[in-house]
């Protein structure tokens, strides 16, 4: 017989909902929490890109068509590094797995997102939402408590586990605009010596634009008239690419790296940004958050068929986590390294990397994939190649 397991989840950001939902679609008890309302909730003005692992996730829960409806789908995605005034083109015959979807990945609004999720979760009687701050950790009716309370967690303050923290020299701008001279079909990292400018298509001609350079540069530009701000993001952008209006207003805010030392303490799991906070280039941010989701639904189901211990999901949650995190942790700073800066030493190993991304599909598989699907790339690169 299953265990029947009990959980609450602090926090119902994007990890915190979907965490409810697919732990409920697996027969479990949720208590899940959140200082504010469903309306509240909806309101941040954000896109996310999911990648084929978050894509497979959902597919898994069968609540993928759900999203697949409300969001939009890009099969290209250009990497352009300005300086060197080279451009690389992924597609989806870069992904890995045989059968792949036609898209590199697709982008949803934060709205559409946190709505779809909320709408599940109505039609879900194991999930109960209350709206209230919890700080309450050491509840003894829950086998465990999730802490998705997002990057500045209270619940890792209270559990006094210390992060490590590094405050980026780069800041981001985003807004939505439209756009003038592509397609929705397509996705744009535009490598400046300031920082990445990351255009996500949104359908139609609007985009959600993430751009990076120093705070001061960054408020600054958020101070521009509409017009001053579209023409130097002309600027900043490849040829032939025309922002043409901007849709909402513009908002600023610094980049942090946070890492805690210990992922979880006691029977208290971080999970999404609790557990970790990097640069948004790559686009990494939802899909670790939506992975460390994968791998606790995978644990647990092992515990509810007596397979595993808590205690031994608790360690392999950590180890697992913590592997992806470095990953991701160290793409995200090379790219930042050796791609925003002047620095003419850089050049050669620049060029070498454009080059090689434009002819070798090895290079290609790689690095979509390691961005993709974390540590798994490898197995499934080599699952790939035994086919
Ligand atoms: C300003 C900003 C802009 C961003 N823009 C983008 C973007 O354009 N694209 C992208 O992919 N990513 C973006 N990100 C990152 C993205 O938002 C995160 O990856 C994502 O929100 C992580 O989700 P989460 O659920 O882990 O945390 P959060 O979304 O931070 O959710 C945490 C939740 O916990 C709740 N909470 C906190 N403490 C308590 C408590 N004590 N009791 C009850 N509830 C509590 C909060 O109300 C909140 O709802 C952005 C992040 C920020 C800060």
Redo the contacts with the bound molecule.
Sequence with gaps: MNRTIRTKI????????LLAVVLAKKGIYVDL????SFKE?KK?R????ITQSSKDLLSSMQIWDEFEALSNGFSKLYVCDIEIDKKALFSSSDLIGIGRSKYVGWIID?KNLIETLENILKNSRKIEFFQ????NITDPNYDFIFA????S???RSLLEIKTYTKKYKQS?L?AKILLRGTSPQKAYEILHSEGPIAL?PLGGDMF?L?WSATYESCLRRSKLSELDFLDELTLNLPYGLNPDILIDKR?V?PLEMNIPYKLTKGKVIL????AH?FH?VG?Q??NL?FRDIKRIVYLVNKVQRHKLSIKKLLKLYSIYTYIDILQVAILTDSLIIFFSNKLKVFYPLRHTIMFLLNRSLFLRKILLGAMTYGPMTFLKFLSELRK
């Design positions: 602090i926090g119902a950001g994007p990890t915190g909902i929490v959140d200082i504010n909730l941040r954000r896109a996310y890109a934060h209230r701050e919890d700080n998705a309370d997002g990057p967690s209270n619940v981001c985003t996500l959600q993430v908002k805010f999970i999404g940004e609790s906070r948004p686009g941010g939802l958050c």
